[in-house]
C-alpha cells in the first residue's frame, strides 16, 4: 500500500478483488452509499505524509470523485511546507496561516471560484489549521479512510478513522470468535467508544481478529487471504490496552505462537535498537565549533527558514554560529541573520538588557529553535502558528534526515522555564527500564524539578517500574514508597502538574514486560500550551483592546500531594537496616547494555499509516542520541564562553563543566551561604535573600551573574519573589500578583543598575532612608491616566490591606480570562475563586451582597460575594435574582483587572447589567 506502485492510470485496479459487502446493520453503523464513492469531497492533504504517499492519495480521492481544496494565495510557497500548531492567537490569524480555504463558517469566501475543505488526510492533528478545522466541521481523518473506502466501495464514516491520538483503536475493524457474548459486548464497545469498528462476520476489511485458539472458520479465512494483511490476536492486547488507555506492542499476542500464552518474552538482539548511542561530536570548544550537526545526505529542510531564539543565541560563540549556518544550508534551509546582522551592525548588550527580539524579519521565519516556553520569541512564534522546537529535535531531525512535528515528543518542545509545584519534593528511582528508554525518563524526571536516585532509600517518594517484581519494589512496598509505571512520570512532564499516583493507569502493569518499549509515545497536550504563551504585546493578561500583535504585519493583506513522613527503620531479615537498594539490571552505568539473560520486551510496535510516515523519528535510541549530544555540546559551549569572557568570578555560563563540577556545592549549603552573604555592605541590604521577577524586561547575562554573587535569585513566582522589576506599567500577571501581595516591592529596572554598581541591594522600605530609593521608584503617567489610577496609592492600599479578603468571586464558564488563569490572582488577592456553589451557600452569599450593594453607608465595599460573567453566560444570570425586586450587579472581568490595579474596586465599574 505504499510507494508508487499505485500511481496506475486505474488506481481502483488492485482493490477489486477484495470488494466488502456489508450487511444492512454494519452499513448502517460504519459507512454510507455514495456514487460517486468522494462524492462532495473537497480534500487538502498534510505535507507531512511525503510526496509519494500524498500524490498516492490524491490519485484515489480524485479518481472517486473529491477535489483538492483551493490553496489560499499566501499560502503558496508554504503549501508542501509543515506549519507549528497555532496557541493563544487572535482570530484573524487563522486565516493568515492557513494553507488552504476552510468553509464560509471560518471566515472563507463563499464564491464559487473557492473549494473549501471539508476533509484533511493527516497522520495527526499536529498541525496549525487543526483548531480551526474543529470549528468549521472539517473532517481530519487518516489516510486509511481513503484507502478503506476505496476497497469496500463505500464512503465510510470518518469518525472511526479519526487522526486524534485519544482515538487509540482508530482505522481498526475488529471481528471476534470463540468468547462469551457479554465479554465480545465489552470489548466492541470499547472498540467503538475509541474510534474502532466491528463486524459481525468476517468481511475483507477486516483488520484483526479476536480468538482465544487458532481454530474456526474465521481463523482458516485469515491464512487463506493473507494478501488481506489482517491479524490475529488474543483478546489480552485489548485489555492491556484499556487498562493503560495506551496501545501495547501488539507483537506478543499475535498468533500463530503467541508468546503471551508460553507467559514470557526472552531477549531479543530487536531491542538493541532502543539503546543509547552517545555520539557526541569531537568539536573543538576553543574556537567555537560547538552545534556540531551531522552532514545531511539530501536537502530535506528545503525552503525553511530556521530562526534562534533571542537568549539561545546569546550563548552561542560567533563560530557556534557560523557552523549551525552551515550544516542548515546543507540541509536546504537558511539560517536568519539576527536584527544586527540584517542591519549591518554590531549586537550591542553593553546596557546589560537583551533586546526584545534579535529576529529581524517574522514574515519569513518558519522554524523557532528555542529552549524554553519563555520570552519575547516563544510566545510570538507560537502566536504566529511557526514550528517550535528545541536543539534536541532539530539533532534528531538531522539524524533521521525527516522533519517532525516538534509537539509530538515532550523532549522535542520547549520546556516549562519554572519547575512542577511540589515537585521539588519528590525524590524518584527507576527500575526495570533500560537503555534509552532510562535515560529518557530521568531527563523528564530531572526537567520536572524532581530529584532522581540510582539507589533507591527510604528518602524516595516513589519508585517508577516497569515490572512489579525485584528488590527495589520489594523496598518500596516495604517502606510505603509510591510505586508507579512511567506513564505517570510522562503525563505529569505533559501537563506540567504533580498528578496524584492513585490514578489506576499509572498503577497497572501488563502480564508481560510490554512497558520498556512503550516509553517515550506521550505527546505534547497543544490545548494546555496557552499558559505558556505570553498574550499578545508581553505577557499582558488583559482584553484584547490592549493588544497589538497586529502591529507588525502578523496579517498578511488578504487576511498534588507532599512527601511523605519519615517511616521508622525497616530491617531486612538478617536484623540490619537496609539503607539503599539496588536491582541487578540498576548496577549499569549510563549507557550500559543490558545483560543478555535479561527478560526484555519483544517487537517493535506495529505502524499503521498515522505512525509510518514517521517511523524514523519515533525511534527513542536516535531520540536520546540527540537528547545526549546537545547536553554535551550546550556544556562545551558554554566552557568556551565562560574561558574567552576571562571572568574570574564563577558564572552561571559555565552550565555542568568540569570546573563547576570540582567545586559544586549542595543546592542546599548553596542556598544556606547566599541568604548568610547577602549583606552586600551598606544600608538598605537585608538578611534574607533578594529574589527578583521580572516583566516586559529581562536581565542580561552579567546581570544575572551579579545577581547571584551579591546573594540574589532570579524568581518566576510572585509567591517567592521579595521585588518586581518592570520598565513601564502593563496589567501582566506578574505585575497584578505582586502588586496585591501587598509584599513585593515593585521597582524601576534603575533600581537593579543602581543595586548591582553600589553591590548592595538598595531599601524600597516605606520609612527608609535610602538616598538612592527615590531614583527606582516605576513611573509611567500614560498608563495611570488609561486606567485612571497611581501606583503609589495602590502599592499602599495592598500593604494595609488584601483587596479580596473574604470576598467569594463567581466566574461563569465563558468568562475571559478562565478561571484557572484569574484564580492565582484572586486568591493572591484574599479571596476565593468559585466557579460553582451549592445552593444554601449561593443564597446566604447573595442576600448578605445585595444588603451591601443596598449600603449607602460603604459605597465602596466589596459584597462578599462578586458576580463576574460575560454576555455569552446571561442564561446563568437568573441565579443570582432571588425576587424581582433584589438582584445582584454582574460585573466583566475588567473590573477584576483594573481592580486590582487599583487596588479598589468601584461599584459603578464594569457593570453588564442592572439586573442579573
Given amino acids: 500500500m505504499t510507494g508508487d506502485s499505485h500511481l496506475v492510470e486505474s488506481p481502483l485496479q488492485p482493490w477489486t478483488a477484495t470488494l466488502v459487502g456489508l450487511s444492512e446493520v454494519e452499513r448502517q453503523h460504519f459507512a454510507i452509499q455514495s456514487d460517486p464513492l468522494f462524492s462532495g469531497v473537497v480534500f487538502w492533504i498534510n505535507p507531512i505524509l511525503g510526496e509519494s504517499e500524498s500524490a498516492r492519495i490524491a490519485q484515489l480521492l480524485e479518481y472517486g470523485g473529491g477535489r483538492p481544496a483551493t490553496i489560499r494565495q499566501h499560502g503558496r510557497d508554504a503549501a ?98 470463540h468468547m462469551p457474548a457479554a465479554d465480545k459486548e465489552t470489548l466492541l464497545a470499547s472498540v467503538m467508544a475509541l474510534g474502532g469498528q466491528w463486524r459481525e462476520k468476517m468481511r475483507a476489511d477486516v483488520t484483526h481478529v479476536v480468538l482465544m485458539k487458532d481454530l474456526g472458520p474465521k481463523y482458516e479465512y485469515v491464512k487463506q487471504n493473507p494478501q488481506l494483511g489482517i491479524r490475529p490476536l488474543l483478546p489480552h492486547w485489548f485489555k492491556e490496552t484499556l487498562n493503560l488507555l495506551h496501545p501495547v506492542p501488539m507483537e506478543p499476542y499475535l498468533f500463530p505462537n503467541p508468546p503471551m500464552l508460553e507467559g514470557k518474552l526472552t531477549h531479543t538482539s530487536s531491542d538493541d535498537a532502543n539503546s543509547v548511542a552517545l555520539a557526541v561530536p569531537s568539536a573543538d570548544t576553543h574556537n567555537g565549533s560547538a552545534y556540531e550537526l551531522p552532514k545531511p545526505s539530501v ?16 550563548s552561542l560563540s560567533g563560530g557556534a554560529f557560523a557552523r549551525l549556518g552551515q550544516r542548515l544550508g546543507e540541509a536546504g534551509a537558511t539560517l536568519a541573520k539576527p536584527r544586527h546582522e540584517a542591519a549591518g551592525g554590531k549586537a550591542d548588550s553593553s546596557n546589560g538588557n537583551l533586546p526584545e527580539s534579535v529576529i529581524a524579519d517574522w514574515d519569513s521565519v518558519d522554524i523557532l529553535v528555542c529552549q524554553h516556553r519563555s520570552g519575547y520569541d516563544y510566545s510570538k512564534a507560537s502566536r504566529l502558528g511557526k514550528i517550535v522546537g528545541t536543539f534536541v529535535w532539530l539533532y534528531q531531525a538531522f539524524l533521521s534526515e525527516q522533519l517532525s512535528a516538534p509537539t509530538q515528543r515532550l523532549l522535542h518542545y520547549p520546556v516549562p522555564p519554572v519547575p512542577v509545584a511540589g515537585m521539588e519534593r519528590m525524590v524518584i528511582s527507576i527500575s526495570h527500564y533500560r537503555g534509552a528508554s532510562r ?28 515490572s512489579p517484581e525485584g528488590r527495589k519494589y520489594t523496598a518500596a512496598l516495604q517502606w510505603n514508597v509510591s510505586v ?41 497536550r497543544v490545548d494546555k500550551l496557552r499558559a505558556w504563551v505570553e498574550a499578545p504585546q508581553g505577557d499582558s493578561i488583559a482584553e484584547s483592546s490592549d493588544m497589538d500583535v497586529l502591529g507588525d504585519s502578523d496579517l498578511g493583506p488578504a487576511a498534588g500531594t507532599g512527601r511523605r513522613e519519615m517511616s521508622a527503620p525497616v530491617d531486612d531479615e538478617s536484623g540490619e537496616e537496609m539503607k539503599s537498594v539496588v536491582d541487578s539490571s540498576d548496577e549499569l552505568g549510563n549507557g550500559a547494555q543490558a545483560s543478555e539473560d535479561a527478560p526484555l520486551a519483544l517487537g517493535q510496535r506495529r505502524h499503521t499509516s498515522r505512525a509510518a510516515a514517521m517511523a524514523a523519528s519515533k525511534n527513542l535510541g536516535v531520540i536520546m542520541q540527540a537528547v545526549n549530544t546537545f547536553e554535551a555540546d550546550m556544556r562545551k559551549e558554554r566552557l568556551y564562553k565562560y574561558r574567552k569572557s576571562h571572568v574570574a568570578r564563577r558564572s552561571l555560563v559555565l552550565g555542568e563543566g568540569e570546573e563547576e563540577q570540582q567545586q559544586a556545592e549542595p543546592a542546599r549549603h548553596k542556598r544556606a551561604r547566599t541568604d548568610n552573604s547577602n549583606n552586600g555592605g551598606g544600608s538598605g541590604s537585608s538578611s534574607r535573600n533578594v529574589r527578583i521577577m521580572f516583566t516586559s524586561v529581562r536581565p542580561s547575562e552579567e546581570q544575572e551573574q551579579q545577581i547571584f554573587s551579591m546573594g540574589g535569585e532570579v524568581v518566576f513566582d510572585a509567591a517567592h519573589a521579595t521585588h518586581l522589576v518592570c520598565a513601564e506599567i502593563k496589567r501582566t500577571l506578574k505585575m497584578l500578583m505582586a502588586l496585591s501581595s501587598g509584599r513585593v516591592n515593585i521597582v524601576s529596572l534603575a533600581w537593579l543598575e543602581l543595586s548591582l554598581a553600589h553591590r548592595r541591594w538598595i531599601s524600597m522600605e516605606p520609612k527608609g532612608d535610602d538616598p538612592l530609593a527615590a531614583q527606582c521608584h516605576v513611573v509611567d503617567r500614560a498608563a495611570e491616566k488609561k486606567w485612571d489610577f497611581r501606583l503609589e496609592e495602590s502599592i499602599q492600599r495592598a500593604r494595609k490591606r488584601r483587596l479580596l479578603e473574604g470576598v467569594t468571586v463567581f466566574l461563569t464558564p465563558q468568562s475571559e480570562p478562565k478561571l484557572k488563569v484569574l484564580r492565582p490572582l484572586i486568591e493572591i488577592a484574599g479571596g476565593e475563586a468559585v466557579d460553582s456553589l451549592d445552593e444554601s451557600r449561593l443564597r446566604k452569599l447573595i442576600n448578605s451582597s445585595i444588603r451591601v450593594q443596598n449600603s449607602q453607608n460603604s459605597p465602596n465595599e466589596i459584597p462578599p460575594l462578586l458576580v463576574v460573567s460575560c454576555y455569552e453566560d446571561s442564561h446563568m444570570w437568573p441565579m443570582f435574582r432571588p425576587s424581582s425586586d433584589k438582584h445582584m450587579s454582574i460585573y466583566a472581568t475588567e473590573v477584576l483587572l483594573t481592580g486590582l490595579l487599583r487596588q479598589q474596586i468601584l461599584r459603578s465599574d464594569d457593570k453588564l447589567g442592572n439586573e442579573a
Avoid at 300 to 313: E, K, N, P
Fill in 484 to 524: 508507579v509505571n512511567h506513564l505517570w512520570v510522562e503525563r505529569c512532564y505533559q501537563r506540567w502538574k504533580l498528578l496524584t499516583v492513585s490514578h489506576p493507569n499509572f498503577t497497572y502493569f501488563p502480564d508481560l514486560p510490554v512497558l520498556n518499549s512503550m516509553v517515550g509515545d506521550t505527546d505534547v
Fill in 80 to 177: 508542501q511546507k509543515l506549519n507549528g500548531v497555532l496557541v493563544r492567537a487572535l482570530p484573524p490569524m487563522v486565516n493568515h496561516i492557513a494553507r488552504f480555504y476552510l468553509p464560509p463558517s471560518a471566515g472563507s469566501p463563499s464564491n464559487g471560484d473557492v473549494q473549501c475543505a471539508t476533509h484533511v488526510i493527516s497522520p495527526d492533528t499536529h498541525f496549525g489549521e487543526y483548531q480551526a478545522c474543529v470549528k468549521a466541521g472539517v473532517h481530519v481523518v487518516t489516510s486509511l479512510w481513503v484507502e478503506r473506502s476505496v476497497m469496500s466501495g463505500l464512503h465510510y464514516i470518518e469518525r472511526y478513522f479519526s487522526a486524534r491520538s485519544q482515538d487509540i483503536f482508530s482505522g481498526m475493524v475488529v471481528a471476534v470468535t
Fill in 299 to 314: 536537502a530535506f529542510m528545503r525552503g525553511y527558514t530556521v530562526a534562534i531564539d533571542t537568549q539561545l543565541l546569546y
Fill in 439 to 466: 535515560e529518557y525518563l530521568i531527563r523528564l524526571i530531572t526537567a520536572l524539578g524532581a530529584q532522581y536516585t540510582a539507589k533507591m532509600s527510604k528518602e524516595n517518594t516513589h519508585l517508577v517500574t516497569a
